[in-house]
């Protein structure tokens, strides 16, 4: 077994409990039926005892008092909640006996596994800043048990400078309670874009509902997301628009562009590493694809795939040296790219993309504006030195961008430098870079934390 958000366990490695016991503590609403349960446990003792002493006194009236001076009397009948209790104690102590006597048999010593609920709800919030999005607030509720069918549900909320965006997911256990469940999901997305050309700037919003299964292997065994999801996103542009030039993904200022699409999808994912947290030697892999039809509420028909490959290999003394490489691939199947919905397109920069430039600045440009990818193709190479036990310093380059359909458009580069200090929460990054491909050559600062994986 393993921790979980449905249990915390311990092993007991005695069949008889020690002499003395710790008390158990309970969150208050399970406290009240434990204590529920004392109360009946010491009713029936109570009741036990007082048998026990009316049939000491039976039997020592059959002894010395004849039955027959009596004949016509009868007794009280008993109670039936008492029968199924001594029945089940009955049924305990059998199954402890057989234990004994298995033990005994076998040699071998049972395990007796005691369960302790978590807690019921738990809520976090915290505050952060990311380059790609400025301060954050996050906040996050959870019901770890909603009902005797082992159903959980937690929601999330996250406000950005630039991003605002909440959601919630109700899990439903399938065939595993932890590794496969189906779980229901809604959520609410509003994002900025500033600069997307020609001064203007777009507001995206994007509402989605669905349902997945996910499938959990061990931490070195594939995971697997099915799933379809319904989304209805909008696109708000602000600022002056020459509505000659305008590209058909956005309408005439003022005016809101609507865009639906119903998508099935598939995503499988494995990590292989020799550290969770902070890892010296991994892999990653990644595949997904969606699907959606005209025919059936999606504005054209299309199939967006993407896959990624990360890896890290350390060697040297103490593992010194470290190189630390990536891939990003995509492309957008469609009859009507243009009716692909805008926050579905690719784009590239960023902390987690081409470092050196803005957050999703790299597309396919018409007439000035940037319109989104239908083809990506990201890669990153990286080397690092531990000069100080959990320290490194790293020297690194990023290449690739967001394409147009015919990958025609010119390839960015990137290059900087970094820091990186092995926290007891993951690798905290801080890079410097420069995309040299630009002829502005700009300067970013680029903040993150987390496994390069």
């Known amino acids: 077994m393993t921790n979980s958000r449905y249990f915390n366990y311990t092993l007991v490695d005695a069949i008889k409990p020690d002499a003395i016991v710790k008390p158990l503590e309970l969150p208050a609403d399970l406290q009240a039926l434990v204590d529920q349960e004392n109360i009946a446990e010491s009713n029936f003792a109570a009741q036990t005892d007082a048998d026990k002493a009316h049939l000491s006194s039976k039997e020592v009236t059959q002894n010395v008092v004849n039955e027959n001076q009596f004949a016509g009397t009868q007794t009280d009948e008993v109670n039936p909640n008492l029968k199924q209790l001594q029945a089940q104690q009955k049924e305990k102590e059998l199954d402890e006996d057989q234990l004994k006597d298995q033990a005994r048999e076998n040699k071998k010593i049972p395990v007796i596994v005691t369960l302790n609920a978590d807690r019921l709800n738990s809520l976090e919030t915290g505050i952060g800043y990311g380059t790609d999005t400025g301060v954050r607030l996050r906040g996050q509720y959870r019901r770890a048990i909603v009902n005797h069918l082992g159903h959980s549900f937690d929601a999330n909320l996250e406000l950005s400078q630039i991003r605002q965006s909440i959601d919630a997911r109700y899990n439903i256990p399938y065939k595993h309670p932890l590794n496969d469940y189906f779980s229901l999901v809604a959520g609410y997305e509003r994002e900025t874009r500033d600069g997307i050309g020609n001064d203007m700037d777009l507001v995206i919003e994007s509402a989605v509902v669905g349902v997945d299964r996910i499938i959990k292997g061990s931490r070195k065994e594939w995971q697997h997301i099915l799933g379809v999801r319904y989304r209805l996103d909008r696109v708000t542009q602000n600022g002056p628009v020459d509505i000659a030039n305008i590209p058909d993904a956005f309408l005439i200022p003022g005016s809101d562009q609507e865009q639906q699409s119903l998508l099935l999808g598939y995503e499988a994912t494995k990590t292989t590493s020799d550290n969770r947290v902070n890892p010296t030697r991994g892999y990653k892999q990644s595949y997904k694809i969606q699907l959606g039809s005209q025919s059936l509420l999606s504005d054209t028909d299309m199939a967006i795939t993407s896959a990624e490959w990360k890896g890290l290999y350390s060697f040297g003394e103490n593992d010194n040296h470290q190189i630390v490489g990536g891939l990003n691939v995509g492309y957008i199947f469609a009859k009507d790219f243009e009716k692909v919905p805008y926050n579905l397109r690719y784009f ?104 390069q994986l």
């Open 348 to 451: 590239a920069g960023g902390d987690q993309s081409l470092r050196g430039f803005d957050y999703k600045s790299l597309s396919p440009v018409e007439y000035g504006y940037k319109v989104g990818g239908q083809g990506l193709a990201v890669g990153s190479l990286e080397y690092n030195y531990q000069f100080k036990e959990g320290w490194r310093g790293a020297i690194f380059s990023d290449f690739g961008n967001a394409y147009d359909k015919s990958f025609s458009n010119d390839t960015e580069y990137s290059v900087g430098v970094g820091l990186r200090w092995k926290s007891p929460i993951g690798p905290i990054r801080i890079d410097v870079a420069s995309g040299v491909s630009d002829p502005a050559k700009p300067i970013r600062l680029h903040f993150f934390i987390g496994s």
